[in-house]
């Protein structure tokens, strides 16, 4: 969950598991696949269930039947490659890749369309 200015962000290099973002209420994950051009999947099932808040970058697309209901693949904008931009930039200052190769496939991302998924579920 994000705080005003402060966003936590996640780079994953490879990939996720099953329940990724998982009422995620803020913040930024950015998931590489490095490792998944075989065409093995980048993340597991019932990705970003309950999401409410935040954004989810995958590297490549992500099966629609493997998402949660309460997000939608959104395009990119400005904002959104500068902070790919950045993030992968210090991924690979770290961890010793090719930047123009991870940047080259593009990236989905993925938003919560609904800030109360579950709102109708409680008493006033």
Do not use: W
């Not at 990119?76 to 210090?90: A, R």
């Amino acid at each position: 969950k994000e705080y005003g200015q402060k966003v936590p962000v996640i780079v994953i290099g490879g990939s996720a598991g099953d329940f990724l973002g998982e009422y995620m209420a803020g913040g930024i994950i950015i998931v590489l696949g490095l490792g998944c051009e075989d065409g093995s999947p980048i993340v597991g099932n019932y990705c970003c269930t309950g999401m409410h808040g935040g954004k989810i970058y995958i590297r490549g697309t992500a099966e629609p039947h493997k998402l949660g209901k309460e997000v939608e693949a959104a395009a990119l904008d400005g904002e959104d490659e500068h902070i790919l931009g950045k993030y992968v930039q210090k991924y690979v200052e770290n961890f010793g890749h090719n930047f123009e190769y991870i940047m080259s496939e593009g990236f989905t991302k993925l938003v919560s369309f609904n800030k109360r998924p579950y709102g109708n579920l409680y008493a006033y």
